[in-house]
């Protein structure tokens, strides 16, 4: 049996859920941490996502695409990704899940982020190497925009 490549980190934080829930779900706020990208979608099972951004030259771009797997307002969704950019086939395998999750917690809460299993999409390592040095980039800034 091969090991799975999931990636999973529990973020602390002294913000309430609603606020937490909108810094994962705003474009305007995602644009400010996950490297100048906007998450768009209307949120509805089996709707596409799309993270789109500019290049350094200010052409559009979306780097991300997908569609709505799970989706409860204010505390959980559920959404594959696949970067069409990356000169892999466009096809199910190559699509891996990203999950927010928001838990309350006494003084705050807790985002979970959990994304894969990368395991059986192309170019898995590489790509599993990255999103996890990106979560190291993206985490500290996401504490940042909410004053933590």
Do not use: H
Request: charged letters at 25%.
């Amino acid at each position: 049996m091969s090991n799975s490549m999931i990636i999973k980190e529990t973020v602390a934080f002294n913000s309430d859920a609603k606020t937490v829930w909108d810094l994962v779900i705003n474009p305007e706020m995602t644009k400010q941490y996950m490297f100048g990208c906007e998450v768009l979608s209307d949120w509805q099972i089996g709707s596409s996502i799309i993270w789109k951004g500019k290049t350094e030259d200010g052409k559009e771009v979306i780097y991300v695409k997908g569609s709505i797997i799970e989706f409860e307002e204010g505390k959980k969704t559920t959404f594959s990704m696949f970067d069409p950019n990356m000169g892999i086939p466009d096809i199910p395998t190559n699509y891996v899940n990203l999950t927010y999750e928001v838990i309350p917690k006494e003084n705050g809460c807790d985002l979970v982020i959990t994304q894969g299993d990368f395991q059986d999409a192309d170019n898995a390592e590489k790509r599993y190497e990255e999103s996890k040095q990106g979560w190291q980039m993206v985490i500290p800034t996401m504490k940042k925009l909410l004053n933590e």
